[in-house]
Antibody, heavy 119, light 113 residues
Framework: EVQLVESGGGLVQPGGSLRLSCAGS????????MHWVRQAPGKGLVWVSR????????TYADSVKGRFTISRDNAKNTLYLQMNSLRADDTAVYYC????????????WGQGTLVTVSS | DTVMTQSPDSLAVSLGERATINCKSS????????????LAWYQQRPGQPPKLLIY???MRESGVPDRFSGSGSGTDFTLTISSLQTEDVALYYC?????????FGQGTKLEIK
């Protein structure tokens, strides 16, 4: 059974940093492109970032470019999102999701981890 | 960015009746080289992550009941639930993945009448 389990969310002050993790199991993690998608409370879905299967290529939404870094450790079957210079509008549930091939469409999602940016 | 606009914002349908949700993209998401529309539909029940229903506009994800179907091409797409069940109460999102950044519609809330 495919499972994605996020961790690392919490309350952080504006300007602070947080690192999210997503542990994958039940599939060959190193074969899949992986993504982060976020959802502000009561709002819609917003794609944040993606990384290819070997970690050599990454892409970001303009809203997080230069502040967030996606990475992966295929030996540990884990995806990361390093978030710096956090702002109030980064407050959201962050989901990791598995891509279908190189397409930015997601067949499995984690349960999400809540990041709250507030003083 | 490609803007995805869903209609209606909310919808109430009787059990066993048909539900139809529309999605319009601000530019074509049809790739003429492979004749594929880069459009997906997701279902999100309260407190749950989204679940993939349809991709390539009309390809049903494995395990999704066949009462769910997707259609359309170019800029206009439709998700149809042929016979509404209680477990279909949820938010539904369309998503384009033709151009970066991938973008979602604002969501359609489906309820029982």
């Amino acid at each position: 059974e495919v499972q994605l389990v996020e961790s690392g969310g919490g309350l952080v002050q504006p300007g602070g940093s947080l690192r999210l993790s997503c542990a994958g199991s039940g599939f060959t993690f190193s074969s899949y492109w992986m993504h982060w998608v976020r959802q502000a409370p009561g709002k819609g879905l917003v794609w944040v970032s993606r990384i290819n299967s070997d970690g050599s290529s990454t892409t970001y939404a303009d809203s997080v470019k230069g502040r967030f870094t996606i990475s992966r450790d295929n030996a540990k079957n884990t995806l990361y999102l390093q978030m710096n210079s956090l702002r109030a509008d980064d407050t959201a549930v962050y989901y990791c999701a598995r891509g279908i091939g190189a397409a930015t469409v997601f067949d499995y999602w984690g349960q999400g981890t809540l990041v709250t940016v507030s003083s | 960015d490609t803007v995805m606009t869903q209609s209606p914002d909310s919808l109430a349908v009787s059990l066993g009746e048909r539900a139809t949700i529309n999605c319009k993209s601000s530019q074509s998401i049809l790739n003429s080289s492979n004749n594929k529309n880069y459009l997906a539909w997701y279902q999100q029940r309260p407190g749950q992550p989204p679940k993939l229903l349809i991709y390539w506009a009309s390809m049903r994800e494995s395990g999704v009941p066949d009462r769910f179907s997707g259609s359309g091409s170019g800029t206009d797409f439709t998700l149809t639930i042929s016979s509404l069940q209680t477990e279909d109460v949820a938010l539904y999102y369309c998503q384009q993945y033709y151009s970066s950044p991938s973008t979602f519609g604002q969501g359609t809330k489906l309820e029982i009448k």
